[in-house]
């Protein structure tokens, strides 16, 4: 992104938040960035672009931010876990008033772009949450890992809520080790009584597999060789245990390649791992994987 569209867009989110989306025009933004208004026109074709625009910028800066929360620290992948959503939970009070105003003026689905980007982000967010469970519980959280993702999610937007509504003080960082226990608590009970599992890849994505980005410009480029892996692990005839330690692996690797800045040493011994499978389909995903890493 070049300096200006970025010197725009931040500006823009400055004064939806403060003005509100329809009472702040295009000359406003011109005038709090100091450019000419034939300058916007050239990065966005109306009010409603910089909006959608301004939205994918937003949640790109708290990508980034949780992405880099263990940055230069060795921690536990629960430790991890409850750094993420401190930082999460810190990115939310810094943009409650943007956050309120989207809300307030019902912007959500401002137009299809808004509505397609969205409805994915929420896809790929469960993609993220499932990630998480898998990097703390390992291969024994099993068939359960998208439930636990569910409950990690509904107590992380609840209580985000509450911040948001009620300036009551709450430290993040005991709120985030609150969740995290909370969710250890959930986790075990599933394990302990062994009941089925209510969600399932099929029940939450349908057929496809559950491929969080909608738009073309944002498709995942792997997702058909992540599809044909999960596919060959699921005919593969290997037992349950088995089955999902390889889905395990597929699940943090794709998390890791989604990253704007994937973890190199954790990509590399993911793949050199899936090289030595068995199974047709994951060998091929770590082979062209591998290969392509090589041409840089």
Do not use: C
């Not at 992405?67 to 430790?79: H, Y």
């Not at 009970?189 to 410009?217: H, N, T, V």
């Not at 992540?226 to 593969?236: D, I, P, T, W, Y």
């Amino acid at each position: 992104m070049n300096d200006k569209k970025q010197l725009i867009l931040e500006a823009a989110l400055r004064l939806f938040a403060a003005k509100g989306f329809h009472s702040t025009s295009i000359q406003d933004i011109v005038e709090e960035v100091g450019i000419a208004k034939g300058s916007v026109y050239l990065h966005f074709k109306s009010k409603e672009d910089i909006l959608v625009s301004a939205i994918k910028h937003m949640v790109s800066g708290m990508i980034e931010e949780i992405g880099n929360a263990d940055a230069g620290e060795q921690l536990t992948p629960k430790e991890k876990l409850v750094r993420k959503l401190e930082r999460q939970f810190e990115f939310s009070l810094k943009h409650k008033a943007f956050i309120f105003m989207l809300m307030d003026e019902g912007l959500v689905h401002v137009n299809e772009e808004m509505k397609t980007y969205l409805y994915d982000l929420r896809k790929r967010s469960v993609r993220w949450a499932e990630a998480d469970i898998v990097s703390v519980y390992g291969d024994r959280v099993g068939p359960y890992a998208l439930d636990a993702a569910a409950v990690l999610q509904a107590m992380t937007s609840h209580y985000t809520g509450i911040l948001m509504l009620d300036d009551s003080g709450l430290d993040l960082r005991a709120l985030a080790r609150f969740i995290a226990d909370r969710l250890n608590d959930a986790v075990e009970g599933m394990l302990a009584q062994g009941r089925p599992p209510l969600l399932s890849e099929r029940s939450l994505f349908g057929e496809a597999g559950g491929q969080p980005y909608g738009a073309a410009e944002e498709r995942f480029r792997y997702e058909a060789l992540f599809r044909e892996a999960r596919g060959a692990v699921q005919r593969s005839g290997l037992d349950d245990d088995e089955r999902r330690k390889w889905d395990s692996y597929l699940i943090v690797l794709e998390h890791e390649l989604r990253k704007p800045q994937a973890d190199e040493p954790v990509v590399g011994g993911l793949l050199a791992h899936l090289r030595g499978s068995d199974i047709e389909g994951v060998a091929a995903l770590a082979h062209r994987l591998s290969q392509e890493r090589a041409e840089g």
